[in-house]
């Protein structure tokens, strides 16, 4: 099997998230009203397989990587599942309490993975800065830029769940999921910020 390019990479994992978006927008709301259960099933599921597919290149840019970008990687992964396995504990007691409104828990589940993608890349860039690597590894764009096309995308799925399909409740979770890309957007882009003023000065 051949080393992916870090360009490949990047153009691979953008257009598995624009067919996700295209998918979230287009097939995942007929899965409300489908009548016959596989099709419901179908429709409801259909926007995991390009998620399947960015996992599946993340996990062979990783095997492909040599043995200290692979520890940057694990060192990422392993914060990342324990922060995410927190929120959702969280969320999960919260919501059976009933301190949450009935229908969080699935908005919590769908938070999962973003969550687990962010923390991931923030820790494993810090982490390679420790070690006296670059930030990004061999990528060509720094971290804040990568999130800004998956909240411009998400943004696209609120505006259009909004207007035009008229479902506040995907109109909701894909509003909130764009804030906090774009949240996390500013907090590394400050970093990355302030971090060059500091060497500057």
């Known amino acids: 099997m051949s080393r992916i390019s870090a360009k490949s990479y990047q153009r691979r994992t953008m257009i598995a998230m624009t067919i996700y978006v295209a998918l979230l927008l287009l097939v995942w709301p007929l899965a409300r009203g489908a009548d016959n259960s596989w099709l419901k099933l179908a429709c409801a599921l259909a926007p995991v397989v390009p998620v399947l597919y960015v996992i599946a290149l993340m996990a062979r840019k990783v095997l492909q990587s040599d043995e200290l970008e692979q520890r940057t990687h694990l060192i990422g992964l392993g914060v990342a599942t324990a922060v995410v396995s927190v929120f959702s504990l969280i969320g999960g007691f919260l919501a059976a309490a009933k301190v949450l409104p009935p229908d969080a828990a699935p908005v919590i589940l769908l938070w999962v993975f973003p969550v687990l993608v962010v923390a991931y890349s923030g820790v494993r860039g810090w982490v390679a800065r420790r070690y006296g690597g670059d930030s990004c590894g061999d990528e060509n764009s720094p971290l804040a830029l990568r999130l800004l096309l998956p909240a411009a995308l998400i943004g696209a799925v609120a505006i259009y769940a909004e207007f035009v399909k008229h479902d506040d409740y995907l109109a909701g979770i894909a509003t909130g999921m764009a804030a906090g ?19 500057r000065g």
Request: charged residues 20%; proline residues 0%.
């Open 181 to 199: 890309l774009v949240v996390v957007t500013l907090f590394f882009a400050w970093r990355r910020w302030a971090g060059a003023r500091r060497a």
